[in-house]
């Protein structure tokens, strides 16, 4: 799935928009943990437990709205943002949102950026280097929705 930030993808025609979609998670706070990184910020430094919690939530709602998408026939999704917020105390609410597409490349350079990803190999499938939240679709063919 080829997730971007922008709002559309330079080289590629968007055929359908699919609709706004999302991931969301919902995480309770560590006490230990907010202890150990409320000593380390005394000191400075990273909060490495903190930054791999932050990661792994990210990485979650990624694949939720990855597949949100999917489910909707896209194989894109466009405008891709990170939002946060506290919920009390104790809770912190993470989502990612954006906007499922189907795109074809039409130019040159985006045919060949879509076969380099191993999209449009469909005698052959190939299975990409990819994050590890996402599968990487055949950008040639729109997908067809989960069943």
């Given amino acids: 799935m080829l997730v971007v930030t922008s709002n559309d993808i330079p080289g590629w025609e968007i055929r359908q928009v699919c609709g706004e979609v ?48 999917r489910n909707r026939g896209a194989n894109a999704v466009v405008a891709m943002r990170f939002d946060t917020s506290e919920m009390g105390d104790t809770w912190t609410e993470i989502c990612a949102y954006g906007t499922a597409v189907v795109a074809v490349p039409v130019t040159d350079a985006a045919r060949e950026t879509a076969v380099r990803l191993g999209y449009g190999q469909a005698s052959q499938p190939q299975a990409p280097a990819q994050p590890d939240y996402a599968q990487q679709p055949d950008y040639a063919q729109p997908q067809p929705p989960l069943s």
């Fill in 22 to 69: 999302f991931g969301l998670t919902v995480r309770s706070r560590n006490a230990f943990s907010q202890m150990g990184a409320g000593f380390k910020s005394l000191v400075g430094g990273e909060l490495k437990g903190m930054t791999t919690n932050l990661v792994a939530s990210r990485n979650e709602v990624m694949g939720r709205m990855i597949d949100e998408a």
